[in-house]
């Protein structure tokens, strides 16, 4: 696999008549406007890399337009997805529809259990979601296009969806109910599969499409390379109806479809601020992440999505690859009852539920634990990740009925272990996840119990 990086040094020349000249403010604006627009695609194309381009790293699954199915739940050790859950094991694909569509299969499978296919696009926004939601269990084969394609569909496909760039991701949740049950998900894993639409239909493959020398990426190249990275995306990323002014912004920044940033006709001061912007609005956009506190608003179509870059970004750096809230409503703890950060150093906290205030969902809800600075899963001597639903007829309960769930990093003792979410010995912070949640959790008429301390 061929891969590339960019020469890091800039070129003092005088601005030529094609790139306009701007004040250093004009420039900081339209450079933070730049960054705010293009960070989910590369945060995105992060993740792809290292999925489906980079054979030999640690997090690599398989080429591109495979699908690959991972027989368990998520770990601390699986670094490549902020903030994943670790109730539904997951299978991936990343997809390049540049040539031809692919065909992904979905198994019929039990009532009871939810699965479901989240198809991403480059920008990060959530396309469609073949599965228990949209489809049912009885399964199907679905057919996943490119922008614009215009093919005969054959036999047997159940849907034709198209996706709005070239390359996107393709996340497959199948329910675990339980360790016990991971045979079962094995096997429901086992009948997924994906197929290029010339293999599917037994015809002629197209033509291939131009070989691409597919850049490096890391979270380090993402703050030393930002601008060859975004530059280098947009040509799998054809703008949506309304993103006229951010892409002539890019345009005129000298961040333009298939070319080499920085250009001759940019200063060196007009780079060098340009890298610094990289930096200071990463952290606006952390911070805005850092203020979230449930999901309903900030993941979801294209259509839903339009326009609102910043929550784009910040939904992107908080927990990318999150589910409409139709599909699954996530709820974020970050502080307790009294608005202070949850710190599993100094603090305990409980969460309690009663009968009346268990979520509300049609598939499963869970409480997960994350360390805040890297936003990973926690590694604890229970290996216990998440409570949920499934759990339920293991939890103490109190003589009202009430279940209380402990979150600290100590055991609370071996009477209310069951109960114990191991925290990290470092600010951290818990999501709630409702898959298929009931319109009481939509609507607001049911409201998550809150995070208290112990004193």
Known sequence: MKR??????????????????????????????????TYPM?????????????????QYKGPLNTLVS???????????????????????????????????????????RYYSLQLIDLYTNNVDYPGTRVDGNGGGDFLITGPGWKGDVPKGIKRVIEMPTTLAMGIVRTQLFSPADLDK???????????????????????????????????ELMVTNYWPLA???????????????????????????????????????????????????????RDEAARLTDSSKIFGTPEFMKGRFMVRAAAAQGGIYGNSVQEALYVIYAFD?????????????????????????????????????KQFLVDNPINRYLINSPMLAGLKKSDKGE??????????????????????TEIFYAVMRLYLPRAAALDGRWAPPPIEALS
């Not at 000249?21 to 900081?28: K, Y």
């Not at 799998?236 to 333009?256: H, M, S, T």
């Open 42 to 58: 590369v945060k995105n194309y992060l993740t792809m890399y290292q999925y489906a381009l980079e054979p030999d790293g640690s």
């Open 337 to 373: 009852e009294q608005k202070a950060p949850l710190d599993g150093k100094t603090g305990r906290y409980t969460l309690t539920f009663t009968p009346e205030t268990l979520p509300p969902v049609d598939a499963f809800w869970s409480l997960t634990m994350y360390d805040r600075p």
């Open 185 to 219: 998900v094995k096997e429901i894993q086992a009948a997924y599969k994906a197929a290029l639409l010339s293999a599917y239909a037994g015809m002629p493959a197209p033509a291939a499409p131009p070989s691409v020398d597919w850049m490096a990426v890391s979270n």
């Open 403 to 424: 279940i209380v769930l402990h979150l600290q990093h100590e055991s609370p003792g071996p009477e209310l272990e069951s109960n114990w979410l191991p925290a990290p």
């Open 70 to 112: 991972i027989a368990r739940a998520y770990t601390p050790d699986d670094t490549a997805i902020i903030t994943p859950n670790s109730d539904t094991p997951y299978s991936f694909i990343v997809f390049d529809l540049r040539a031809e569509p692919v065909v992904v299969t979905m198994p019929p499978i039990e009532e009871k």
């Open 231 to 285: 530059a280098f995306l947009l040509q799998f990323a054809p703008p949506y109806p309304g993103d006229e002014v951010q892409r002539k912004n890019l345009d005129k920044l000298g961040v333009r479809e298939r070319a080499m940033w920085p250009e001759a006709d940019l200063s060196s001061d007009t780079v060098a601020l340009m890298k610094e912007v990289v930096i200071t609005t990463e952290k606006e956009i």
């Open 4 to 37: 590339r990086t960019f020469l890091q040094g800039t070129t003092a020349l005088v601005l030529l008549p094609s790139l306009p000249a701007f004040g250093q403010d004009d420039i900081r604006a339209a450079a933070r406007e730049a960054y705010i627009y």
